[in-house]
Structures are given as C-alpha cells and as structure tokens.
C-alpha cells in the first residue's frame, strides 16, 4: 500500500510550500526521520519554527533542473491564490492556480517523479459557472493527461488554520461560523464542509507515498481517513 523501505529518508517535492497546506506539509513531515520535504519556491520566506527541510530558491522556468538535481519520489502541489489577491483578474488568478501548477507537474513528470497530489478543491468542475471552480476543474483534467503513474486530487471544504501574513477577513468569518454551519450542509453540500489544513496535509503526505496507478479524487471524510494512516505510519517510525 504504501512505498517500500529504502535507504535514508524519502524525498517528496513541494511546491507551495509558503501557504496554508504548504507549511502544515512543512510541519507534518519535519515530525518523522523517514521522509524529507524539498521545498521549491520563486522567493525566500520563513519557514515554519522546527522545520527540517530544504529550500530550493529558483524562478519557475528552473524548477525542473531542481526536480532532476534532486529526483524526489512524489510531488505535493499546494500552490494557490485568490481572485482578491490576483486583482480579481482571471488571467493573473491562471497565472497560478492553472499555469504554474501545470508547469511543475510537467517538469516533475519528465524528471522522472511517478507520484503527484495537487490540493484542489470542493467543487472543482471545468464546467462549472464559478470561475474559480471551473479554473481549479480545467486544471485537474489537464493533470490527468500529463501522464503520472499515480494522481491524487484532493477536495477540501472552507480551510481551517491560521495563514501568515494574510487575514482574509471574510474567510476568517466563516471559518468561526463553520460549527454552525458545518452540520447544516447535507447532501451535495456536505463537500463543502470545513476541515483543518493539517488533516489536508497529512493526507496529502500520506497519498504521496502510496504505491499503486491511477487517479484519485479525495473528499473531506476520504482526507481524514489517508490522514490517519499517515498518522499511525509516522508514530510506528513505518513511513519510509
């Protein structure tokens, strides 16, 4: 089920290592000896306290000289913005959230990396009327066609978690109403749920490790399931 013993920790690429998930990713893994996260990103940034890790610096177009220098296992793609952020401009808001998340897992696959799990989001659809949504859905199919050994999607609800240096007020408001409404999201709308972003990075940890072809599309309840293996791997010292 999950990647074989080997010698020394296993590598796993991370691009988007700054954000929510990318530093909850950061923390996860800087807990265990038998995995090792490589950080790739365009600038320098604090790293969370306690990180073990390496950071590679380098513009985009060089990310795939990284991904040969160093052939890491599996890719972790938390990369992401905001239509706010983007300047509510949708060529900007692709610029990120399709373009560079489709760059990376390009160079990935040609430096050899079998592996892929790409944090999307509840709803994705490429023919959904919501721009966000129907941005996040093309940019799925498209990972589908580059060719990994294995893809994992995964589908998180409203993200729970602190994010540096970025308030988000109108996130941060419904993030303190999700036990309200949470329970009243049934059905279609259960997917919408929120979730802490430890749960989505442990899970996303875990995935990257599994052996096994094929694509997957992960919800909140599947997230906490691989979140848990995760978990009991790590504490058993099992997830080389």
């Known amino acids: 089920m999950y990647s074989a013993p080997g010698h020394g920790p296993t590598r796993i690429a991370l691009v988007g290592a700054t954000g929510l998930v990318g530093r909850r990713v950061i923390e996860s893994a800087s807990l265990v000896d038998t995995v090792r996260v490589l950080g790739i990103a365009r600038r320098e940034a604090a790293l969370p306290p306690g990180a073990r890790m390496e950071m590679f610096v380098a513009p985009p177009e060089q990310w795939g000289e990284v991904l040969d220098a160093v052939r890491p296992a599996a890719l972790i793609c938390a990369l992401g913005t905001t239509w706010k952020k983007a300047g509510r401009d949708e060529a900007a808001f692709r610029a990120v959230d399709q373009e560079l998340v489709l760059s990376s897992a390009a160079a990935a696959h040609r430096a050899g990396v079998a592996n892929m799990v790409v944090v999307s989001a509840a709803g994705a659809d490429p023919y959904a009327r919501n721009r966000y949504l129907k941005v996040k859905g093309e940019t799925e199919a498209a990972l589908g066609r580059i060719g990994f050994k294995r893809l994992d999607i995964l589908h998180p609800g409203l993200l729970r978690g602190s994010r540096q240096d970025d308030p988000r007020l109108a996130e941060r408001a419904a993030i303190i109403a999700a036990p309200l409404i949470d ?12 979730i802490d972003a430890r749960v989505v990075a442990e899970a996303a940890l875990g995935l990257a490790l599994r052996r096994g072809s094929g694509r997957a599309v992960h919800d909140n309840a599947a997230m906490r399931r691989a979140a848990r293996d995760w978990r009991r791997l790590a504490d058993a010292g099992e997830v080389l």
């Open 183 to 194: 329970p009243l999201l049934r059905g279609s709308w259960e997917r919408f749920r929120s």
